[in-house]
């Protein structure tokens, strides 16, 4: 953000939102942006497809973003895999709790 980046592309997946969401806050404390400045993308992974967790993950990256909103949430891949708890593994990569795609 201090070297211009108002774009910021991220996803449960990457491992690296509460970082991010530290740096963003850490922006904008510092006046270096508003909120309202960045265009901020996250990003549906593979194990919450279900629509019932679908609220539940993209609040899970609010969270970790340390954001009331995103301007953008995607689907990462078009690929449904079996749920993974976020307090058992998070993020889930590519793998169930057993070990299996």
């Known amino acids: 953000i201090q ?10 997946d990457y491992g690296n939102e509460v970082e991010v969401g530290e740096g963003i806050a850490r ?25 019932e967790h679908v609220p539940l993950a993209c609040q899970k990256s609010l969270q970790d973003l340390k954001l009331s909103y995103l301007d953008e949430y995607l689907i990462h891949f ?8 976020f307090e058992k593994k998070y993020p889930p990569e590519w793998m169930n709790l057993d070990g299996k795609m």
């Open 3 to 12: 070297a211009g980046y108002r774009r910021l592309d991220c996803a449960c």
């Open 27 to 51: 922006a904008i404390s510092d006046g270096l942006c508003k909120r309202e400045d960045l265009f901020v993308t996250s990003k549906l992974w593979n194990t919450y497809h279900n629509p």
């Open 78 to 85: 078009p690929i449904s895999m079996e749920f993974v708890p």
